[in-house]
């Protein structure tokens, strides 16, 4: 069953119907945003309390880098990066309508409207930044936003739009996986040691270039111990390093998984082994300004998606980047009466694309039966 998500505004005036709240950047195109067809929605209206004002609707995409309980002493910690509004009411530009218009319409009642917006695919995807326990209001990070309002006029900056007159729902710009993937990466290292004549070669690699939330992933290891020391440990670390491109030369990385495995490797031996890993973000929900996929409401999100670049589109336009790569260590004791002085760490990196996987295209109208309002 398909939801419909629909918003009220606080003098009852303006209701926003919106079929869905998840666009799909393609990498070469961005579903449009008829907010009736195919990210569908329509605005009903009840004039009674208008007066001379006209109802607008526009869907704007900011950068948010500070809460919005901030937003005081004419210091806005928002940046609108694009927005394009219409008005809906009395009515000027009739989309098109299509099946989804109709069925929206159907459930609107009288008194609504459809409208549509393109989204240019030049902009960012929505990321947002996981606040810490005690942070409060909307989190920093790049997001989407649909609004519904009545003014006097369409773009007035010195009109003052009163909250109870607005009804809004934030939507998401996401990257789904390409439908083919490539061979994985591959790294090694063959490192010598003090007290030691022959050294240590470490060969690491992935079955592929990309993988899904949530999949597991295995990583093929393979151990030459030439040397008079002992591999005590494998440590696996997936770091994430957040860019942010858009204000400042802000960037970051923290680690999302930690994992350790036992496997030993005795001087002059060999170990050939497949170990698995699964970050996810329910290992990290304490990690403050970790980056996430753009959040709806209360609902349930993941590590954000790895940061797909468009041919042609500057790095800049895009706010925030996301990447991953993959650190195995070896962990290796030194012997005789050295010991821990001659010890150290045999270290490759290997990159990583975190994606979702494309879901089937089985939508139907019909299924539109519930109303979801938040």
């Known amino acids: 069953m398909a939801k ?64 919005e309980d901030l937003d005081v002493m004419g210091l806005c910690f928002r940046k609108d990066i694009w927005f394009e509004q219409t008005q809906i009411y009395p009515e000027c530009n009739k989309p098109q309508l299509s099946a989804m218009h109709e069925t929206l319409l159907k459930k609107a009642g009288d008194n609504a409207y459809p409208f549509s917006f393109e989204i240019p695919n030049n902009l960012p995807c929505s990321v947002s930044l996981q606040p810490g326990p005690d942070d409060k209001g909307k989190a920093c990070g790049v997001d989407f936003e649909v609004k519904t309002y009545l003014a006097m006029e369409k773009n007035n900056p010195d009109e003052k739009i009163e909250k109870k007159d607005t009804a809004r729902l934030v939507i998401r710009k996401i990257q789904y996986a390409p439908s083919q993937v490539g061979a994985g990466p591959k790294a090694d290292i063959c490192k010598s040691f003090m007290m030691s004549d022959k050294p240590v070669h470490l060969e690491a690699s992935l079955e592929k270039d990309l ?39 802000d960037k970051y990385t923290k680690a999302v998984l930690c994992q350790e495995f036992g496997e030993t490797v005795d001087a002059n031996g060999t170990l050939d082994k497949t170990l698995s890993i699964t970050p996810l973000l329910s290992d990290n929900k304490e990690k403050r300004g970790l980056a996430l996929d753009g959040r709806l409401k209360d609902e349930d999100t993941n590590l954000a998606s790895t940061t797909m670049l468009p041919q042609g589109v500057e790095k800049e336009v895009l706010g925030i980047l996301v990447s991953y790569k993959i650190k195995i260590n070896l962990m290796v004791a030194g012997g005789g009466l050295l010991g821990g002085l001659t010890a150290s760490d045999v270290t490759v990196e290997l990159p990583l694309n975190l994606m979702h ?17 938040y």
């Open 4 to 67: 419909i998500f629909k918003k009220t505004s606080g003098n009852g005036g303006l209701t926003l119907y919106l079929g869905k709240r998840d666009y799909v950047d393609h990498v070469t195109a961005v579903d449009r945003v008829e907010l009736f067809p195919n990210p569908d929605g329509v605005v009903k209206v009840d004039t009674a309390d208008f007066g001379d004002r006209k109802a607008f609707v526009q869907l704007a995409c900011a950068f948010r880098y500070g809460s």
């Open 211 to 249: 993988y899904f939330h949530g999949e597991t992933i295995p990583i093929k290891i393979k151990i030459n111990n030439e040397s008079n020391k002992t591999v005590k440990k494998i440590k696996i670390t997936v770091d994430q390093t957040t860019d942010i491109v858009l204000y400042s030369a």
């Open 357 to 373: 996987p494309k879901p089937e295209e089985n939508f139907k109208l019909l299924q539109i039966k519930k109303v979801f309002s």
